[in-house]
């Protein structure tokens, strides 16, 4: 080989390596809270730069779990994301710096606006108070935006806004150097997805987005149950679009409704057992089956109501 494409392919070589090298080892940590605390899943990236978290669980008691196995690790947390506001996975923001100092915590606009009342509505309500002293009441409101690109520490993220959907907004995180999409509760490996808030053809929208535009990705990571591929969104939408048709064939029946035109609490009652029936290796988020699949019921119906009205 002349020595000209010999120093020439010497030099390339040399570039691949480097452009390697550039692409940061990191890993994925999740902490997983018990059945009692709705199977709830938190994230945390580990590079040589430090930790970056994602979601913070529901109770004191897991929030400080999940602090400590982060502080044993030694590394700076460099920031956090909170994918949506629901309690499981903002309430633990508060204990999470208490133990590991300040850190900037990234989320949307709507999202930052209505945190603070939407925490304090479940604070008060009675799904909060049997958690009793493990209940956390003073919630942390996330003080940074998002931006479509960002770079914490060494890692590279991809943030897309994904709008309403299982809560009033919701974002998703790319790790592209993983192949790696935290997509919070748009998907819930091994759950149900969860409707009750009305919104599952917004959800199906998500999830078709999703697929188009992050082709890509290998890995899911939901905020409950264990990583999936991307298999996980096909599964989701046919969950979705076989409960309505449920619904619809339920709701067409004679003497199906009661005079607010939704199905009789009996009628409902029935459906939310037939459909849990029909996916006995789901996991419920610690409720038995049928309270989860009447929510559903109730925001299916919300919905088809709000589309005949249209
Ligand atoms: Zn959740």
């Not at 010497?10 to 709705?38: F, G, M, N, T």
């Not at 759950?191 to 959800?203: D, L, N, Q, S």
């Amino acid at each position: 080989m002349p020595l000209k494409s010999l120093l020439i392919t010497l030099s390339l070589l040399i570039a691949c390596q480097a452009s390697a090298d550039a692409k940061p080892a990191i890993k994925v940590h999740r902490y997983a809270s018990a059945p009692y605390a709705w199977n709830t899943n938190s994230y945390w990236l580990e590079s040589s730069s430090g930790i970056v978290i994602i979601d913070a669980q529901l109770l004191r008691s897991d929030a400080q779990y999940f602090a400590a196995m982060i502080k044993a690790n030694g590394k700076p947390v460099l920031g956090a994301f909170l994918t949506h506001p629901h309690p499981d996975h903002i309430a633990g923001f508060t204990e999470l710096r208490k133990v590991l100092g300040e850190f900037p915590i990234y989320t949307t606009q709507l999202v930052k606006e209505t945190a603070k009342t939407n925490y304090q509505q479940f604070v008060n309500s009675s799904f909060a108070k049997h958690f009793g002293e493990d209940r956390i009441t003073e919630v942390t409101v996330p003080e940074n935006l998002v931006k479509p690109e960002m770079r914490i520490g060494n890692m590279i993220f991809q943030i897309k806004e994904m709008g309403p959907g299982e809560s009033p907004d919701h974002i998703v995180i790319y790790q592209p150097d993983l192949k790696a999409l935290f997509v919070g509760d748009i998907t819930m490996n091994h759950h149900p997805a969860y409707f009750g808030e009305g919104r599952p053809m917004m959800i199906i929208a998500q999830l078709n987005k999703l697929k188009a535009q992050f082709s890509d990705a290998e890995f899911v990571y939901s905020g409950h149950g264990d990583p999936q591929r991307t298999s996980v969104f096909d599964q989701q939408i046919a969950y979705i679009e076989a409960f309505i048709a449920e619904v619809k064939n339920a709701r067409a029946k004679p003497d199906a409704l009661d005079e607010n035109g939704r199905l009789t609490a009996a009628n409902r009652k029935a459906l939310s057992k037939k459909i849990a029936g029909m996916y006995p290796q789901l996991s419920y988020f610690g409720y038995l089956p049928q309270v989860i699949t009447e929510w559903n019921v109730y925001g299916a119906e919300a919905s088809l109501m709000e589309t005949q009205r249209q």
